[in-house]
């Protein structure tokens, strides 16, 4: 049996992931095993708490996610930290 169809904002979830993953290969071994438990466990609680037909909120941690993994890419960041935003996310 063929896997499900994803639909665009799947894709662009699972790109941005990816993307993270990508980034922390560059850092060094310490930071990289950091970064990607933050990525990991971002990803796992959002996927968790976030109610999946909620786009308007879905696209704006989206955007966030692009503008950290911009900053990431620098060559001065040396790592990445966690927050929650409060209110609408169910």
């Known amino acids: 049996m063929a896997p499900p ?8 979830v699972l790109s941005l992931y990816r993307g993270f993953l990508r980034a922390a290969r560059l850092k060094s071994a310490d930071d990289r095993k950091q970064i990607e438990a933050v990525v990991s466990a971002e990803f796992r609680r959002n996927s968790n708490q976030v109610d999946r037909k909620n786009f308007v909120y879905i696209e704006y941690l989206l955007n966030r996610g692009k503008k950290q993994l911009d900053q990431l890419k620098s060559p001065g960041v040396v790592g990445l930290s966690s927050f929650s935003v409060g209110g609408g996310q169910r």
């Open 5 to 12: 169809r994803l639909s665009g904002m799947q894709k662009q």
